[in-house]
């Protein structure tokens, strides 16, 4: 099986789909003569043409609007936003225009735009390079939110992405993109070939949105995470020897109740674990969920761990990650109480 | 009117105050010893000194993610700048900003962006109060070939001439847009003439030439001043490092970088004329040299030895009252 970091598979997904589907069409800023800031594009501009791989000025506003007006009218445009925090001059648009078109023309108009952006902290990009807005996204109905935290899952979404019919919201951690990380900074950097993850087949192949990932069974909790964060609360929960139930979401929106409640009825704890920050996160909509749906179940409060309520800060980017400490608070209160 | 020695010797040691800065940056860079990204603003000194040495400081700045030649240009304190890139406890914004987010509203400095586009609908608003306030004053929004493409700019520049508001907006063409050339970036290929066609006076000038830009900004300045409403000007300039630190540069063609340095550097350029029309003795300027190195070094010393944030500082500033 061939090795892939996640910026390989991304490519990969890519390539595939421009060469299966002459409606596919990247578009974005730097992404075809340079290759896009992370390499993601690299070499598809040679290979696929300029008309199907666009160069755009610095417009977010206009690249996702474009991207809809091209969706609608039969071709499936893969736009990227060069990091997420770039995302906000097209809210407007995702917000008003892309989410709701199916919906307004009673399903007679769809635009089956795919947005993929880097996102999350970890690499000291300062505030405007290291934002998890996902959860943002998760409040606007009409598109889906995806966000893998592997190279094999990665190439899998964004093909079923691209291939989905609806708008989808494509978050790639840019933490994980060479390796998988624990929250430690000090450690050295692990590559993804050391992990099974970062198996990945060069053909055609889907992983669906919607269906999340037990990275791993267990049974004395429940951790929900997805993102950079899958990594760093196994680790957490290894170091403390818990035998933990660790839930990757994959996709927020749709996201995968039954996989999330048969665990947390099983356990009867559970850990929330994101990026971004607390409140009014996409962590409450899981805690709210989950006592909806195993109230009688919990042995224990639900903790969260998440982003400081703060713009994400300059100097002090191991402070405010939610690293292993601030998850290892968590699974203690969840164990300790009765 | 001619420059005075004084104010001469000024812009030469503010140009190569921003040079200085940068090139140790470059390296201090390198050390890994500096979190986030860095865009330096080598090369395009003539520029934001050209401007700002005709500003006061209740005249407003706005600038982008490439702005420490921006801040040291408007004033701000060139110790406090480094120490804010170093993340230090006692930086400009207290290590909250980082490189691509100083600002000092006491010298008018109303904050580098790393935004692309953010900046000229801001300064379109400082435009608003320096009309309100009837002194005069000026806002200027640095931006460049790639945030002139970006609908926030076109918004600004129309706003600016329907309030008829002392804006400038000042597009500094280094052509790169990030990594993708401006010829290909920007449709019309001419900024100057897009600007005018919003309806205000757009002018353009070599940026590489410090001379240059002063009188032009001399001229277009008294227009905005006057009340005359906003102004467009171009200045042709060069970027002599990436468009971020680490940047491979792929896209530039052989020797580029050599020859840029060699035949646009506004350093030189200064000194060329400055010795042609016998404006200033050269020596007066290698003494400016010794004495911008060793703000550098201090600069850089002090940073390195300052405090770190404290955990709980990060919660302080997000409101003004909690």
Redesign the interface.
């Given at each position: 099986m061939p090795q892939m970091n996640m910026i390989q598979a991304l490519n990969s997904a890519m390539d595939i789909m421009l060469t299966r589907d002459p409606s596919v069409v990247l578009m974005g800023e730097d992404i075809g003569y340079f290759g896009g800031v992370f390499r993601t594009t690299e070499g598809l501009q040679r290979k696929h043409g300029e008309h199907r791989v666009l160069d755009t000025p610095i417009a977010e506003g206009g690249i996702i609007a474009a991207a809809i007006g091209m969706g609608v009218n039969g071709l499936r445009p893969v736009a990227e936003i060069q990091f997420a925090d770039y995302i906000y001059p097209g809210f407007d648009q995702i917000v008003s225009e892309l989410a709701r078109l199916r919906f307004r023309t009673a399903g007679d108009f769809f635009a089956p735009v795919t947005i993929r952006t880097p996102c999350g902290g970890g690499i000291r990009g300062g505030q405007t390079h290291s934002q998890s807005p996902e959860g943002i996204f998760t409040h606007v109905c009409g598109v889906k939110v995806a966000m893998p935290s592997n190279p094999y899952d990665a190439k899998g979404m964004l093909i079923a992405s691209i291939e989905d019919d609806d708008p989808v919201l494509f978050f790639e951690p840019k933490r994980l993109y060479n390796g998988p990380f624990d929250g430690d900074p000090n450690k050295p950097a692990v590559p993804w070939s050391t992990h099974p993850k970062g198996e990945v087949p060069d053909g055609y192949y889907t992983v669906p949105l919607g269906k999340a990932d037990i990275v791993r069974p267990g049974n004395d909790l429940t951790i929900v995470t997805y993102g950079t964060m899958t990594f760093v609360a196994a680790a957490a929960a290894a170091a403390m020897g818990l035998d933990a139930e660790v839930i990757d979401l994959r996709s927020m929106v749709p996201l995968d109740v039954d996989t999330i409640c048969t665990s947390v009825k099983k356990t009867g704890r559970c850990v929330v674990a994101h990026e971004a920050t607390r409140f009014s996160g996409f962590g409450a909509e899981l805690v709210a969920l989950i006592q909806e749906e195993c109230f009688w179940n919990l042995e224990a409060p639900i903790q969260r761990v998440a982003g400081w309520d703060t713009p994400y800060p300059h100097a002090f980017e191991w402070e405010y990650f939610p690293g292993q400490a601030r998850v290892t608070t968590a699974l203690k209160a969840v164990m300790e109480s009765a | 009117m001619p420059l005075s020695k004084d104010q001469l010797r000024r812009a030469y040691r503010q140009m190569k105050t921003i040079r200085e800065f940068e090139e140790r940056l470059h390296l201090e860079i390198a050390t890994g010893d500096i979190?986030?990204?860095t865009h330096l603003y080598c090369g395009q000194e003539a520029v934001a000194v050209g401007v700002c040495e005709h500003l006061a400081n209740d005249d407003f700045i706005v600038s982008t993610h490439r702005g420490h030649g921006h801040c040291i240009a408007k004033g701000c304190d060139v110790v406090g700048m480094m120490k804010e890139i170093y993340?230090?406890?006692d930086?400009l914004c207290?290590?909250?900003?980082?490189?691509?987010?100083i600002a000092d509203v006491n010298v008018g400095m109303l904050g580098a962006?790393?935004?692309?586009?953010a900046g000229a609908p801001l300064a379109v608003g400082a435009g608003v109060a320096a009309r309100m306030d009837g002194a005069g004053k000026v806002s200027i929004a640095f931006s460049g070939d790639?945030?002139c493409?970006?609908?926030?700019t076109f918004e600004a520049m129309n706003m600016a001439v329907v309030l008829k508001l002392p804006v400038i907006f000042v597009y500094e063409n280094n052509h790169y847009?990030?990594?993708?050339g401006a010829d290909?970036?920007?449709?019309s290929k001419d900024m100057t003439k897009r600007a005018a066609g919003f309806g205000m006076l757009a002018r353009k000038a070599d940026g590489c030439d410090f001379f240059a830009v002063y009188d032009l900004m001399t001229e277009v300045l008294q227009h905005c001043r006057s009340g005359a409403g906003p102004a467009s000007v171009e200045l042709d300039t060069e970027r002599f490092f990436g468009h971020f630190e680490g940047d491979p540069q792929?896209?530039r063609g052989p020797g580029e970088l050599e020859r840029l340095r060699e035949t646009r550097d506004c350093l030189k350029n200064f000194r060329a004329t400055a010795k042609a029309r016998k404006l200033i003795d050269l020596a007066e300027l290698d003494a400016i040299d010794a004495q911008v190195m060793q703000l550098i070094e201090s600069a850089v010393t002090q940073a390195r030895a300052a405090p770190?944030?404290q955990?709980a500082?990060?919660?302080e500033d997000?409101y003004v009252t909690y």
């Open positions: - | 979190a986030g990204f993340g230090r406890r930086g207290k290590g909250k900003g980082g490189s691509m987010h962006n790393g935004i692309v586009g790639g945030a493409n970006q609908g926030t847009s990030e990594h993708t290909y970036a920007v449709g792929r896209y770190v944030p955990a500082d990060v919660f997000v």
